[in-house]
């Protein structure tokens, strides 16, 4: 026998042993598979399993087992495929059914004490009177801080429970000198997959789409008709970092821009016959121009709404190579609550190219260094640094070159942009050091500031604030020394994130991204794009 089979060998029967697990005692025994017969080896594991219980000299914790051991074996199969413990799946489907009970806050850990950045409109906390700002020092009658006690897992099970049961909560108030106590009744609290829509200007609306979860589509066309009661006729929709979510919501949104008759997508797999959706046109903005934005953290879903808008040609991507997600997942649950993501499926966009990046069987950890090894590079910064799969060539409507193989090259590339980005600004972001001053100068102004509900009167009065050097000053007080050459030259975008940041603790995300994009050199390209009315591709020459 070869070496290499020799080290291979214990690997497989170990995993032919935990299939026999899974098999024996997760599936209902009610349950049998068609054609099984007494000798497969599904029955002979089990068989063994069953005897190592009755006879081996120990006692043997097979749920442990499992549990320990199912993770590794999903993990054999491709990068998307994932089990799901049963303490893990509340919290996994909430991110795309769009709701969970709490009691209503966004929150911030700020010296090791919970800290109310917001608190969700008609929820439970606004109802009973918890402000922006209060500090929640005990929970239940017990102290709640400090540095070991206080983190997020910590606190999101600590403040979010079951619909109709109650917390009781220390706050304290820089208004009042003595704590504060309240009991909050904790119901559904939205989570929004829709961040932001506005008008740019009198024309461009744009949207911001962080998933693609079950309310995402009624957000969507909220938003849509939001803007369109304001005059917009051309949209930017920004999928940047959107990582995917439910295939049939991106399908729904995507029918809203396209005429009768157009492939969106398919999907085909070994036990999945060729499904396709085909737009019906029933959309309200079919002839609106629409530039889609995307990075490298586009996938799944995202992808599949540009690869739709781009072989269809019926607008233009902007931005960089999204992730190179093809694949597609169904969800099955297991009788005690856990359950496995199941790759079932590819999906293609309509030019019929997958989009799915290359990995190989049981090789996650190289699958996951993948956007660093693009980074490394210079894919972010150089767009001549991307190497398309010349056999995987495609053609959209009008006959322009796409490539499959790993993502959706952007029509407009728009590199990384490193202007200002110094040492000192880096070090200020990643030590959070703009975030704490900007949370400080907005406690502390909260009264003054409050009277802003435009971002437009609350930016022109903050660009009249010496919040740079005060910054700075801070910052040197945290241990940040000031390097003024580099402060300098981040100037602009120090002061860009403060103000975004005061914006949104003081009036919300309809402030935050709005200064925040001011900077963004991918938004400022769509919306030239747009302005000059090019937002639909042109058939190339020949």
């Given at each position: 026998m070869k070496k290499k089979s020799i080290v291979w060998l214990p690997f497989v029967i170990a995993i032919a042993i935990v299939l026999?697990?899974?098999?024996?005692?997760?599936?209902?025994?009610?349950?049998?598979?068609?054609?099984?017969q007494q000798g497969v080896p599904g029955n002979k594991i089990s068989n063994l399993l069953g005897i190592i219980e009755t006879q081996y000299v120990d006692t043997v914790d097979i749920h442990g087992l499992i549990e320990d051991v199912m993770p590794?074996?999903?993990?054999?199969?491709?990068?998307?495929?994932?089990?799901?413990?049963?303490?893990?799946?509340?919290?996994?489907?909430?991110?795309?059914?769009?709701?969970?009970?709490?009691?209503?806050?966004?929150?911030?850990?700020?010296?090791?004490?919970?800290?109310?950045?917001?608190?969700?409109?008609?929820?439970?906390?606004?109802?009973?009177?918890?402000?922006?700002?209060?500090?929640?020092?005990?929970?239940?009658?017990?102290?709640?801080?400090g540095k070991d006690v206080v983190t997020n897992d910590k606190v999101l099970k600590k403040l979010r429970g079951p619909k109709g049961s109650q917390v009781k909560l220390g706050v304290l108030r820089s208004t009042s000198p003595e704590m504060l106590t309240y009991e909050v009744t904790r119901n559904d609290i939205p989570v929004n997959s829709v961040d932001v829509a506005f008008m740019v200007n009198d024309e461009v609306g744009y949207i911001k789409v962080n998933k693609f979860g079950r309310t995402t589509y009624t957000e969507f066309m909220n938003s849509l008709a939001q803007l369109k009661n304001q005059n917009a006729?051309?949209?930017?929709?920004?999928?940047?970092?959107?990582?995917?979510?439910?295939?049939?919501?991106?399908?729904?949104?995507?029918?809203?821009?396209?005429?009768?008759?157009?492939?969106?997508?398919?999907?085909?797999?070994?036990?999945?016959?060729?499904?396709?959706?085909?737009?019906?046109?029933?959309?309200?903005?079919?002839?609106?121009?629409?530039?889609?934005?995307?990075?490298?953290?586009?996938?799944?879903?995202?992808?599949?709404?540009?690869?739709?808008?781009?072989?269809?040609?019926?607008?233009l991507i902007i931005g960089r190579r999204s992730f190179g997600k093809g694949l597609v997942q169904n969800q099955l649950p297991f009788a005690d609550g856990s359950a496995i993501r199941l790759t079932i499926a590819r999906y293609y966009t309509p030019s019929g190219r997958s989009i799915q990046k290359e990995y190989e069987l049981g090789h996650g950890d190289d699958y996951e260094k993948d956007i660093l090894n693009r980074f490394m590079h210079g894919e972010f910064d150089h767009p001549d640094s991307i190497k398309q799969n010349d056999t995987l060539v495609y053609k959209t409507r009008l006959g322009r070159t796409v490539?499959?193989?790993?993502?959706?090259?952007?029509?407009?590339?728009?590199?990384?942009?490193?202007?200002?980005?110094?040492?000192?600004?880096?070090?200020?972001?990643?030590?959070?050091?703009?975030?704490?001053?900007?949370?400080?100068?907005?406690?502390?102004?909260?009264?003054?500031?409050?009277?802003?509900?435009?971002?437009?009167?609350?930016?022109?009065?903050?660009?009249?604030?010496?919040?740079?050097?005060?910054?700075?000053?801070?910052?040197?007080?945290?241990?940040?020394?000031?390097?003024?050459?580099?402060?300098?030259?981040?100037?602009?975008?120090?002061?860009?994130?403060?103000?975004?940041?005061?914006?949104?603790?003081?009036?919300?995300?309809?402030?935050?991204?709005?200064?925040l994009l001011q900077e963004d050199k991918t938004f400022g390209k769509a919306l030239e794009v747009l302005n000059e009315n090019k937002g639909f591709p042109e058939a190339p020459t020949k």
């Amino acid at each position: 026998m070869k070496k290499k089979s020799i080290v291979w060998l214990p690997f497989v029967i170990a995993i032919a042993i935990v299939l026999g697990i899974v098999i024996g005692y997760r599936y209902p025994q009610t349950h049998t598979v068609k054609g099984a017969q007494q000798g497969v080896p599904g029955n002979k594991i089990s068989n063994l399993l069953g005897i190592i219980e009755t006879q081996y000299v120990d006692t043997v914790d097979i749920h442990g087992l499992i549990e320990d051991v199912m993770p590794q074996i999903v993990g054999e199969l491709d990068p998307h495929s994932a089990y799901i413990p049963a303490k893990d799946l509340q919290a996994v489907n909430e991110e795309l059914e769009g709701s969970f009970s709490g009691i209503g806050i966004q929150f911030s850990i700020l010296d090791d004490t919970i800290t109310v950045v917001a608190v969700v409109p008609g929820g439970p906390s606004e109802k009973i009177g918890i402000m922006p700002g209060d500090r929640i020092v005990e929970v239940d009658d017990t102290v709640f801080a400090g540095k070991d006690v206080v983190t997020n897992d910590k606190v999101l099970k600590k403040l979010r429970g079951p619909k109709g049961s109650q917390v009781k909560l220390g706050v304290l108030r820089s208004t009042s000198p003595e704590m504060l106590t309240y009991e909050v009744t904790r119901n559904d609290i939205p989570v929004n997959s829709v961040d932001v829509a506005f008008m740019v200007n009198d024309e461009v609306g744009y949207i911001k789409v962080n998933k693609f979860g079950r309310t995402t589509y009624t957000e969507f066309m909220n938003s849509l008709a939001q803007l369109k009661n304001q005059n917009a006729r051309k949209f930017i929709v920004d999928l940047r970092g959107n990582s995917g979510g439910i295939l049939d919501i991106a399908i729904n949104m995507i029918n809203e821009f396209l005429p009768k008759g157009q492939l969106i997508v398919y999907t085909e797999g070994k036990a999945f016959p060729r499904s396709e959706a085909i737009s019906n046109g029933s959309g309200a903005f079919k002839e609106a121009p629409i530039v889609v934005l995307i990075d490298e953290w586009s996938a799944s879903a995202s992808e599949i709404f540009a690869g739709a808008i781009q072989d269809n040609d019926r607008g233009l991507i902007i931005g960089r190579r999204s992730f190179g997600k093809g694949l597609v997942q169904n969800q099955l649950p297991f009788a005690d609550g856990s359950a496995i993501r199941l790759t079932i499926a590819r999906y293609y966009t309509p030019s019929g190219r997958s989009i799915q990046k290359e990995y190989e069987l049981g090789h996650g950890d190289d699958y996951e260094k993948d956007i660093l090894n693009r980074f490394m590079h210079g894919e972010f910064d150089h767009p001549d640094s991307i190497k398309q799969n010349d056999t995987l060539v495609y053609k959209t409507r009008l006959g322009r070159t796409v490539y499959g193989g790993g993502g959706i090259m952007p029509d407009i590339f728009v590199p990384r942009d490193t202007t200002g980005i110094t040492p000192y600004l880096n070090e200020a972001v990643n030590k959070g050091l703009l975030y704490q001053y900007a949370f400080k100068y907005s406690d502390e102004k909260r009264h003054q500031l409050s009277e802003y509900k435009d971002y437009t009167q609350l930016q022109k009065h903050l660009q009249g604030e010496p919040l740079l050097d005060e910054f700075t000053a801070f910052a040197a007080s945290h241990g940040l020394k000031r390097n003024y050459k580099e402060i300098k030259e981040s100037g602009r975008l120090l002061t860009n994130y403060l103000e975004s940041y005061i914006a949104r603790n003081i009036i919300g995300d309809d402030a935050f991204y709005p200064i925040l994009l001011q900077e963004d050199k991918t938004f400022g390209k769509a919306l030239e794009v747009l302005n000059e009315n090019k937002g639909f591709p042109e058939a190339p020459t020949k």
